[in-house]
């Protein structure tokens, strides 16, 4: 790497540059190099092996844990560890997740110090591979209607899990396939004294032999579009019997005389603060998205600039792809917006980490809605940038060998899975519409309409003093006649803030207004659902412009400064041009500041194309790991075109 590059590495790497340089060197070894087109059961037995040294590396999600059971009391850590191994087998980082994150993570943050003692050190080591199981077949994002139930009976002391019908059907499961043992299982608790919601219980699955235990009903769930080197299925129970200790009672226990007492009286607001607890899961899928993405952009980057094509100049050399303009804007807006969604995803993770730290409900409140936001907006960029990235590396792109393949088909249930992109958005406007208050944790849907109806909008009257809500914002936002230049980073953040809140404020009015005309909650925000979901979009769009501007700010380099504000102002500009019909039809841009924005996006592309190689380097993706061969240099590449030629492809 040159100086500036370095440099930007460094920047990149952040608080938890060590463990990242461990889990790279991690990638390095042949074991952990990326395969493709493995039979399945190869595949999982591949994966299964990756998994027992990773645990012995101890650089897993597990670093989060207490250090009495094996930890390292580092939640960012745990977290940067499963960012950096995304540069390798999605498999592997999704076995991983579901074993050192969301199996371990819900006893480690539902359970009781007694919980922890007895089972995290075994999650740790891997002794006891386990499951998360919550999303059933009839129910996924609407976790409070699951069906599956927990039957508390004073007389022999256990729980009695059960499946009613075939919805109940715990699906999808990870480690439910083939290795796990033991499950953390949401389920409807039921006591003698009535029901109490959703809780978690630790129940066994398979016995020491690996056969399924009394009751319990396993199915793999078969092959599928990617990620096949995890072992999915189907978990099915009748009448199994668990100890009352292997509820994981943090927020509701149940007394040997099945008393049930909780420290958190109102069940709604118990619900969404044991959920609250799982955020970590949404986080560490949004920064792996962004280094699968990353992936993606140095494969394409690289074969961009050696992958000639066209005698354009007659002087008998033919251009780079990557000099094309055309070219350029399909790469390089995503490659400034990875950039932002890096820093995003950092301060992100140190809000999280400061949350849990001082066990603050409050702090973990504010940071759901981020979370969640941050998950949708970033799997969604890595959907579209590896499919970009295909495209643009021809038919070349479309060779599993060359990585694409698989990291198209293995990112794309990332939009679905920790929560469903859409409804994760309506999550971040159900936020922004009750402003982060205590209500917000008891709120449903029609809650937060009429929640918005009933206060939002008067909040708002009195802040815009009766004023109309266009002649209020014009009065304090450059108009579309104000012309600071379009580089001028205030400008860029106040136009990202204007819009936000114009969509914002405009929601809630049509919300009250709903309800004031037909009073039928559900219709009043169903109506509006277009709108609050992109009140959401541009929401999570303005944080990360300003994570984007303060990292430029931060960083002490002048020379990778200058690229990172190159960056910044392509991500800004970009965005505004993508979304400018919107800018245009609310007054903040004139046709011609539009036809500006476009010139100075490609006059932008120009001035980042230089950089675009040593941009990516800074992203500190292992050879052994970016893998494919069209992105190893020009001999690297022949050398495969020779390959293909000689085997008939």
């Known amino acids: 790497m040159d100086p500036t590059t370095r440099a930007l590495a460094h920047h990149l790497d952040g608080r938890y540059g060590d463990v990242r340089t461990r889990v790279r060197q991690l990638l390095e070894d042949p074991l952990f ?51 950096t191994l995304a540069f390798g087998s999605l498999s592997l980082l999704i076995k991983a997740g579901v074993q050192w994150g969301l199996f371990g993570g819900a006893i480690l943050n539902l359970g009781t110090e007694r919980h922890h003692e007895r089972y995290l050190a075994d999650v740790a080591d891997l002794t006891l591979p386990g499951c998360f199981a919550m999303t059933e077949v009839g129910h996924g994002s609407d976790v409070q209607s699951l069906r599956t139930t927990a039957t508390y009976d ?64 396993l199915a793999d769930d078969g092959p599928k579009a990617g990620l096949n080197g995890v072992d999915n299925g189907r978990i099915t129970f009748d009448h199994v019997r668990v100890p009352r200790e292997d509820l994981l009672d943090r927020f509701g226990a149940v007394e040997a005389d099945g008393r049930y007492t909780s420290p958190i009286e109102n069940p709604s607001r118990r619900f969404f603060t044991m959920l609250g607890t799982l955020v970590t899961g949404r986080t560490s899928i949004a920064g792996a998205a962004i280094s699968a993405t990353k992936v993606a952009l140095a494969i394409a980057i690289r074969y961009g600039e050696v992958r000639r094509q066209f005698d354009a100049d007659g002087d008998g050399r033919e251009q780079a792809l990557l000099d094309y303009q ?23 993770v140190d809000r999280l ?15 759901e809605p981020v979370a969640a936001g941050l998950k949708a907006v970033a799997t969604w960029h890595a959907v579209r940038t590896i499919q970009a990235c295909r495209e643009a590396c021809g038919g070349a792109g479309y060779l599993s060998v060359n990585r694409l393949p698989d990291l198209r088909a293995d990112t794309d249930v990332f939009a679905t899975f920790e929560g469903a992109n859409t409804v994760l958005l309506q999550l971040v406007a159900k936020g922004l519409l009750t402003g982060y208050r205590e209500e917000f ?32 914002l014009r009065s304090v936002m450059p108009s579309a006649k104000d012309d600071p230049g379009l580089r001028d980073r205030g400008w860029q953040v106040e136009m990202f803030t204007y819009r ?27 109506d509006v659902q277009n709108h609050v979901l992109y009140a959401a979009r541009v929401h999570i769009e303005n944080l990360v412009l300003q994570q984007m501007t303060a990292a430029v700010d931060r960083c002490a380099d002048p020379d990778a400064r200058a690229q990172l504000e190159l960056l910044n102002d392509l991500y800004a500009l970009s ?9 245009l039809e609310h007054g903040r841009i004139s046709p011609e500041q539009s036809k500006a924005i476009t010139a100075e996006v490609e006059q932008l592309l120009a001035e980042v194309r230089p950089h675009a190689r040593g941009l990516v380097d800074a992203f500190g993706i292992p050879e052994e790991a970016i893998a494919a061969p069209i992105a190893l240099g020009d001999e690297a590449r022949r050398q495969e075109l020779r390959r293909q030629a000689q085997s008939g492809a």
């Open 33 to 83: 190099a990326p395969t493709t087109g493995l039979p399945r059961d190869e595949h999982r037995a591949r994966v299964a092996e990756q998994m027992a040294v990773l645990g012995e590396r101890k650089l897993t999600p597990a670093l989060g844990y207490p250090t009495a059971v094996g930890g390292q009391d580092d939640l960012g850590a745990g977290i940067a560890a499963f960012e």
């Open 500 to 526: 936000e809140e114009h969509a914002l404020e405009t929601a809630a009015m049509r919300i009250r207004a709903g309800m004031e005309d037909h009073g039928d909650s559900f219709r009043a925000f169903n």
């Open 154 to 217: 004073p007389a022999d002391g256990t729980f009695v899990v059960h499946t009613p019908d075939e919805d109940a059907a715990k699906d999808y499961i990870g480690n439910a396939g083939r290795d796990g043992r033991a499950a953390v299982v949401f389920a409807q608790l039921i006591t003698p004294d009535g029901e109490h919601g959703v809780h978690a219980l630790v129940v066994p699955i398979r016995d020491d032999d690996m056969r399924p235990c009394p009751g319990v009903t």
């Open 353 to 367: 980490v400061k949350a849990f730290a001082g066990d603050d409900a409050d702090a973990r409140r504010e940071v």
């Open 575 to 583: 965005t505004i041009e993508e979304d400018r019909a919107w800018f």
């Open 441 to 472: 944790s008891q709120l449903d849907t029609l809650g937060t309409a009429r929640f918005a109806a009933d206060q939002v909008v008067d909040t708002l009257l009195e802040r815009l003093r009766g004023a109309s809500l266009v002649q209020s």
């Open 326 to 348: 055309s070219h350029q804007t399909a790469l390089l807006p995503a490659l400034a917006k990875t950039y932002a969604l890096h820093f995003a995803q950092e301060d992100l």
